[in-house]
């Protein structure tokens, strides 16, 4: 958020308190993680909260491991579990890119573009028509990534081989408040919808888990019974 002039935060101002997050103030919607765990406690979230873990803990490889990355997952995720907002929240776990892993798939085409760097389907050239709203550059989707819902709501032992992207996290926020769509040719008008990876059927809730950062193992507190009768 910090390419945006709305919500830039370049020299990492606190909010004037506690309970101003998420309200328009000097740190401009944009805060440490230390603010996000201070405002868990205080109960007062907002209704959305994108994370990004410190480098050191965000997986890339020269700097970060799986291990640190999983330190950081699991420690926010049995966080938000013991919390009050648990029964209501949806966690997605979504990456930025794939640090450079092959993938043999080709990737879907969502657009057109014709810039010196295309070459997909001729010289200076992917595609013919005219690109979504003039934007080039925005030809087709990278490399597959991993996605993840965790949710008292998420379906249980299922994957979803749906078609979406980042911008499916977006698409899923605007339609949960009736937002309406960005605009200006976005891609969360084409983005395929999370909504398959959710039972909305109260009976079917899925337990918390609490697991070992370290280890990932199942640690000691979670609804117990509920997952002794579900093995």
Not at 4 to 31: L, M
Not at 62 to 86: C, D, H
């Amino acid at each position: 958020f910090q390419y945006y002039a709305r919500t830039a935060n370049p020299t990492h101002k606190p909010p004037i308190s506690i309970a101003a997050i998420g309200t328009t103030d000097q740190a401009n919607h944009q805060y440490d993680i230390t603010r996000f765990c201070q405002a868990l406690d205080a109960n007062n979230l907002p209704s959305v909260s994108y994370l990004k873990a410190a480098a050191y803990q965000d997986g890339h490889a020269g700097y970060s491991n799986p291990v640190l990355e999983q330190q950081f997952l699991v420690t926010t995720i049995n966080r938000l579990m013991k919390s009050a907002y648990w029964e209501h929240m949806a966690i997605v776990i979504c990456y930025d890119d794939s640090d450079g892993w092959y993938d043999h798939a080709m990737p879907p085409v969502v657009n057109h573009s014709q810039t010196p760097f295309d070459v997909f389907t001729g010289p200076n050239q992917s595609g013919a028509n005219t690109p979504l709203g003039g934007y080039q550059g925005r030809f087709a989707y990278g490399p597959r990534l991993p996605l993840l819902v965790i949710s008292p709501y998420a379906k249980q032992n299922f994957v979803d081989h749906g078609l979406t992207d980042q911008t499916s996290v977006l698409r899923f926020i605007e339609d949960n408040w009736n937002l309406g769509k960005i605009g200006n040719s976005s891609f969360d008008v084409l983005a395929g919808s999370l909504v398959n990876m959710f039972d909305f059927d109260t009976r079917h809730h899925a337990h918390r888990l609490i697991l070992d950062p370290n280890t990932g193992e199942r640690a000691g507190w979670c609804d117990q019974a509920a997952w002794e009768s579900s093995e």
